[in-house]
């Protein structure tokens, strides 16, 4: 249950009262500002290597090598406050040439730009005025070969760097400290050959790597290289996989570019070379923190692009740039109030899954043709509370995704209706592009943690309010073929465990109920004193689905099949025997299997909707709360029950503000 202010809490338990309701379009899609890429330059440049920083008066600076056939020319560019006219197309000739790789980055008025040369020359220049002037060449280190298919440099706020460049299969840092260049340090890895490498520094220096393994296979990996944030200082951190690619295939992945203007966003270069072959940049962003390597599932840009999409921002765009184009895209948090056109409103939630239609007034010209934020894919910020001694207070938390929209008139009237879901929408329109499997010869992640790379695929975070052992300790083989559903593959992955899912806004809450949770709130029917009123109710009584469960698994250890028995004998005795079979070679022991069986059999005890009460809206409640009903009529005191779904309506010119619990037993 979420909380309340005192008075916000008094008000919602009064017979009479003023309802409020808050509603909002925002420029937000998984829990992120929505990027609306702008295209402000396509020149004729040719595509290769290439590079982007900002400087601290806003100036772009760009660098791009040209291809073999001018010599491999160094180029720079420095566009002054860049917008939809600025001379994106005018470079500066460096007088340095058969340069291999380019990389930039920056801190304050100071800008630097790094290559590597064909001489195996790792060089530098440098401006101390935001790109107005530079110094000449200098000499930074030799790499080992010339065989370099990454570089990548980042600053510290303290303006230490640490330079990254990715020779044959050795990735090298050499750091800047207290402007004295350091020893270049090879990593502790071992893969095939390096593609691309891209850093941004975020308490540590946070990577993004592509190239092989060991294998041959094609791999995209995140990395953290340690600062004293996640790791010791000077430290590497486990090479993670985002994507993956088989050796025979035909994808691979190259030209990573990171960047963090809000959280860690990502470009990077997915290749095919089947019979539709295509070179598309795809773009991606954490879904909580870096370490965590939690992504949003990667979304195709509109471009055919072979070097990639540079990254950079300042405070108020993000840009990207290659060699013969520049976006931007704003950072900034639009939002569009619609709390005043509210003709009625219905909000639906049912465990996890949860929808949001909402009639507004047609008269505002402006809905005809809806204004920025609004448009599909943005999110709805819904919040219901009362007008109270305080002025207008809500219980904020709860958003949707626009879906669809309609303008109606009819008979001289108009409204717009809006359609919306919750997250889980997200995820049952996930569908795994690729094979994943865990778990197959080692502890890889518990079932909590595939529960969140597929919640973060989908764009939503995974928190925990309660939490079973089995959830936080078991490491099935599971496998995930291309085309699966993600809610499907969730709906497997609960069925594993007693733990529950509900989404608010962009995070899916796990909650492990129990028989003996205790109530977070109370109701009672006639009111009394201090109590939430029940307007009406219905209880139920029904005969369960299932009331003897058997779990079947594979001791192999010992060699040995393992069987389990659960039963419910109450409801036996009343309904005879309604039997259901579970069979799992993950399980090993009987412990395991009478976990189990027991989660199953609670799970189907609390799936059955044991009856409603009608209220007016409790602004706090959650789905999965446990509650006090006390109903003189039913004879129920103190009785307690679980809240398995919430619908909450609204129009207020008929004077309706209403919600309904679904209930069931403890």
């Known amino acids: 249950m979420r909380s309340l202010s005192d008075e916000l809490l008094k008000t919602q338990k009064q017979a009479s009262h003023i309802p409020y309701i808050k509603l909002e379009a925002q420029n937000k899609i998984n829990g992120v500002t929505r990027p609306d890429w702008e295209r402000l330059y396509n020149g004729n440049e040719e595509?290769?290597?290439?590079?982007?920083?900002?400087?601290?008066?806003?100036?772009?600076?760009?660098?791009?090598?040209?291809?073999?056939?001018?010599?491999?020319?160094?180029?720079i560019q420095r566009v002054v406050n860049p917008k939809e006219d600025s001379a994106f197309d005018i470079w500066t000739y460096t007088n340095q040439y058969n340069a291999v790789i380019v990389a930039a980055a920056s801190l304050g008025a100071t800008v630097s730009v790094f290559w590597i040369k064909s001489d195996r020359k790792v060089q530098c220049m440098e401006s101390h005025d935001c790109g107005a002037t530079w110094s000449g060449a200098q000499l930074v280190d030799y790499s080992p070969t010339t065989a370099i298919n990454g570089i990548s440099a980042s600053y510290r706020s303290n303006g230490d760097l640490a330079l990254f460049f990715a020779d044959q299969s050795t990735l090298y840092v050499k750091k800047q400290v207290n402007g004295q260049w350091?020893?270049?340090?090879?990593?502790?890895?071992?893969?095939?050959?390096l593609s691309g490498i891209s850093a941004v520094y975020d308490n540590d220096w946070?990577?993004?790597?592509?190239?092989?393994?060991?294998?041959?296979?094609?791999?995209?990996?995140?990395?953290?290289?340690?600062?004293?944030?996640?790791?010791?200082?000077?430290s590497w951190g486990e090479l993670q996989t985002l994507a993956e690619a088989p050796y025979d295939g035909n994808f691979s992945y190259r030209h990573a570019f990171l960047d963090k203007p809000d959280v860690i966003r990502c470009f990077y270069i997915e290749n095919h070379s089947g019979s539709e072959a295509y070179s598309q940049p795809f773009s991606t962003h954490t879904i909580g923190n870096f370490a965590d390597n939690l992504w949003l599932e990667p979304q195709p840009f509109n471009l055919s692009s072979?070097?990639?999409?540079?990254?950079?921002?300042?405070?108020?765009?993000?840009?990207?740039s290659c060699a013969n184009g520049v976006w931007r895209a704003s950072l900034a948090e639009e939002k569009l109030d619609l709390s005043n056109h509210i003709l009625s409103l219905k909000q639906e939630t049912v465990g996890a899954e949860g929808s949001l239609a909402v009639e507004l007034t047609g008269t505002d010209a402006a809905f005809s043709s809806p204004p920025p934020p609004f448009k599909t894919g943005c999110r709805l910020d819904f919040s219901y509370g009362y007008v109270t001694e305080n002025g207008h207070e809500v219980c904020e938390g709860q958003s949707y995704t626009l879906q669809a929209y309609e303008y109606i008139n009819s008979n001289g009237s108009a409204k717009l209706?809006?359609?919306?879901?919750?997250?889980?929408?997200?995820?049952?329109?996930?569908?795994?592009?690729?094979?994943?499997r865990w778990n197959a010869g080692s502890e890889e992640k518990s079932i909590k943690g595939i529960l969140a790379f597929i919640l973060a695929r989908a764009g939503l975070k995974l928190d925990i309010i309660s939490a079973s052992e089995t959830i936080e300790n078991a490491f099935p083989d599971f496998n995930i073929n291309p085309g699966m559903?993600?809610?499907?593959?969730?709906?497997?992955?609960?069925?594993?465990v007693s733990d529950l899912l509900f989404i608010e806004g962009d995070i899916a809450y796990l909650v492990n109920p129990l028989p003996d949770d205790m109530p977070v709130y109370s109701y009672s029917a006639p009111q009394t004193d201090g109590i939430h009123p029940v307007l009406r109710a219905a209880h139920t009584t029904a005969a369960l689905d299932y009331n003897h469960i058997r779990v079947e698994g594979f001791d192999n250890i010992n060699s040995l099949p393992v069987v389990a028995n659960c039963f419910d004998f109450d409801d036996i005795a009343k309904s005879c025997e309604r039997f259901l079979s579970v069979e799992?070679?993950?399980?090993?022991?009987?412990?395991?299997?009478?976990?189990?069986?027991?989660?199953?059999?609670?799970?189907?005890?609390?799936?059955?909707t044991s009856g409603y009460i009608e209220i007016h809206p409790n602004c706090a409640q959650q789905?999965?709360?446990?509650?006090?009903?006390?109903?003189?009529?039913?004879?129920?005191?103190?009785?307690?029950?679980?809240?398995?779904?919430?619908?909450?309506?609204?129009?207020?010119?008929?004077?309706?503000?209403?919600?309904?619990?679904?209930?069931?037993?403890?």
């Open 47 to 75: 595509e290769y290597f290439h590079a982007l920083t900002i400087a601290s008066d806003g100036s772009l600076i760009r660098a791009r090598i040209s291809p073999p056939s001018d010599s491999r020319k160094l180029y």
């Open 182 to 193: 350091q020893t270049k340090c090879a990593w502790d890895k071992t893969t095939g050959s």
């Open 206 to 234: 946070n990577l993004f790597i592509t190239g092989k393994d060991i294998s041959g296979n094609f791999r995209l990996w995140s990395l953290i290289y340690g600062d004293g944030g996640n790791l010791p200082a000077g």
């Open 306 to 320: 072979h070097y990639g999409l540079a990254m950079a921002h300042d405070a108020d765009y993000c840009w990207l």
């Open 417 to 436: 209706v809006l359609y919306a879901a919750n997250g889980w929408e997200n995820i049952s329109r996930w569908t795994a592009k690729q094979q994943f």
């Open 485 to 496: 559903k993600g809610d499907n593959i969730v709906k497997k992955l609960l069925s594993l």
């Open 584 to 608: 799992d070679v993950n399980i090993g022991s009987v412990y395991e299997a009478k976990s189990r069986g027991e989660a199953i059999l609670r799970k189907y005890r609390e799936a059955f």
């Open 623 to 666: 789905v999965y709360d446990v509650i006090n009903i006390s109903d003189g009529k039913a004879g129920f005191v103190n009785e307690r029950r679980r809240v398995i779904g919430i619908k909450t309506f609204f129009q207020p010119a008929g004077g309706k503000y209403l919600q309904t619990l679904l209930l069931a037993k403890v």
